[in-house]
């Protein structure tokens, strides 16, 4: 069992910055890659950003320039800076942790970007 704890999200005006966190505990794989997805009403889940515990990173395109994803990988631990947040960042967004046949889902922590 891997459990996911994650941390962070809100309320933010058009333009604004927030920061999510989200550390892992447990049987946690060897190789294993961290990220968040997001999920806004209406909308199929996607992916927003990963990070390998290897360094490699990837961004979905929507984000590329305005989030960063970093890991401290000797705590499994994944954060998402998230800078010049627009209306159409706003969703649930989750953490998850896969790797090997391990494959985990944060309950999720809303984002919303209005003014």
């Known amino acids: 069992q891997v459990q996911l704890v994650e941390s962070g999200g809100g309320l933010v005006q058009p333009g604004g910055s927030l920061s999510l966190s989200c550390t892992a505990s447990?049987?946690?794989?060897?190789?294993?890659?961290m990220g968040w997805y997001r999920q806004a009403p209406g909308k199929e889940r996607e992916m927003v950003a990963t990070?390998?515990?290897?360094?490699?990173?990837n961004y979905g395109d929507s984000v590329k320039g305005r989030f960063t994803i970093s890991r401290e990988s000797g705590w499994n631990t994944v954060y998402l800076q998230m800078n010049s947040l627009r209306p159409e960042d706003t969703a649930v967004y989750y953490c998850?942790?896969?790797?090997?046949?391990?494959?985990?889902w944060g309950q999720g922590t809303q984002v919303t970007v209005s003014s």
């Open positions: 990070a390998t515990n290897g360094g490699w990173k």
């Open positions: 998850r942790l896969f790797g090997g046949v391990t494959d985990y």
């Open positions: 447990g049987s946690i794989p060897g190789f294993n890659i």
